[in-house]
């Protein structure tokens, strides 16, 4: 069969997979560096992990993945800088004045951004700003700073590395609804004030058969103001046990998410979420769910691998 990569390449587009640096030997990395075009950091770019303690880091796993993708000839996507979840508890825990905050916040962003300045393809700067009804999560980053601290991230990134591609990554944004609707009009209102954003990334921790009808034209209308599109994260999870059902619709379903990427030329590409069910994290946070990803825990292609092949 012909790799994933080379077949999402010849589409001009990405096929990339979340990675846990560890687990980059054996099967996994040959699947990994194999299949994939693009590589994500699962956790090791995430807040909590390169900075534990303050001013203490720990680039040993970021490092490790950057240097696999540059040695199979991978992009990387960073993931993640300003975000409500996986933060060092000194940085949660403290008391800190707006102008405090938005110091840390630029400080982490030059530092981490510029410590891998030209060797990354993108980065999800600013994750998981919105509610679901569209009105903007209360978290550390909009309390302290209000709604500015999207510009005010996404301008220190474009400062740390100009050359990486800079995005706004959501879930529950594939359909169009409230809460993509409150992301479209956030680029919207970024690009007229002429703030640095680039792509907005869709996660899609989807559900077997409830692939969003709207994808496609959700895609299309931010493609429409001016910025890439990233399905970022994908899985498709199912009630455990897997059957041949639900295993065909998924393969349906993984399918019809990479049909609307590949119809949209400003659809960069699809990243799954971890590519074996053996490193996928839906087990662990929706308990009895799970076999989300295209090959199972042993390695072997499921059906929803075939159908990325199909729509590549
Ligand atoms: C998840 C990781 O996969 C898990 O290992 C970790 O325990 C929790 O975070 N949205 C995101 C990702 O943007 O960073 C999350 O990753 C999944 C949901």
Not at 275 to 300: L, V
Request: one cysteine or more.
């Amino acid at each position: 069969d012909v790799p994933l990569r080379d077949l999402a390449a010849a589409k001009g587009k990405v096929m990339g997979t979340a990675v846990t640096g560890s687990k980059l030997t054996g099967t996994y990395g040959d699947l990994a560096g194999a299949q994939f075009n693009s590589l994500t950091p699962g956790n090791a770019m995430k807040w909590g992990s390169v900075e534990p303690t303050r001013g203490s880091y720990n680039w040993a796993e970021a490092d490790q993945i950057v240097n696999f993708a540059e040695a199979h000839g991978q992009q990387v996507r960073g993931h993640t800088l300003v975000w409500h979840s996986q933060n060092p508890s000194w940085l949660t825990n403290g008391t800190w004045t707006a102008a405090q905050l938005g110091q840390l916040m630029n400080d982490h962003i030059a530092l981490e951004v510029g410590r891998y300045k030209g060797r990354l393809a993108a980065w999800d700067v600013v994750n998981e700003p919105f509610n679901e009804d569209g009105t903007y999560r209360q978290t550390l980053w909009y309390n302290g700073l209000g709604t500015g601290y999207i510009a005010q991230a996404l301008t220190a990134a474009r400062a740390a590395d100009p050359a990486a591609r800079l995005y706004i990554n959501d879930y529950n944004v594939e359909g169009v609804n409230a809460k993509s609707t409150a992301l479209y009009n956030l680029v919207k209102s970024l690009k007229e004030q002429g703030v640095p954003i680039d792509g907005v990334g869709l996660q899609a921790h989807l559900i077997v058969g409830q692939v969003p009808s709207t994808l496609q034209q959700n895609i299309q209308r931010f493609a429409d103001l001016g910025v890439d599109v990233a399905i970022t994260e994908l899985d498709i999870r199912m009630t455990l046990p897997s059957d041949s059902t639900k295993l065909a619709q998924q393969a349906a379903d993984y399918k019809a998410v990479m049909n609307a990427c590949v119809a949209v030329a400003r659809c960069a590409g699809v990243t799954v979420w971890g590519f074996t069910d053996s490193d996928s994290w839906i087990p662990s946070t929706f308990p009895g769910q799970g076999a989300a990803t295209p090959y199972d825990e042993n390695y072997a292609p499921k059906p929803a691998y075939y159908a990325i092949a199909e729509a590549l």
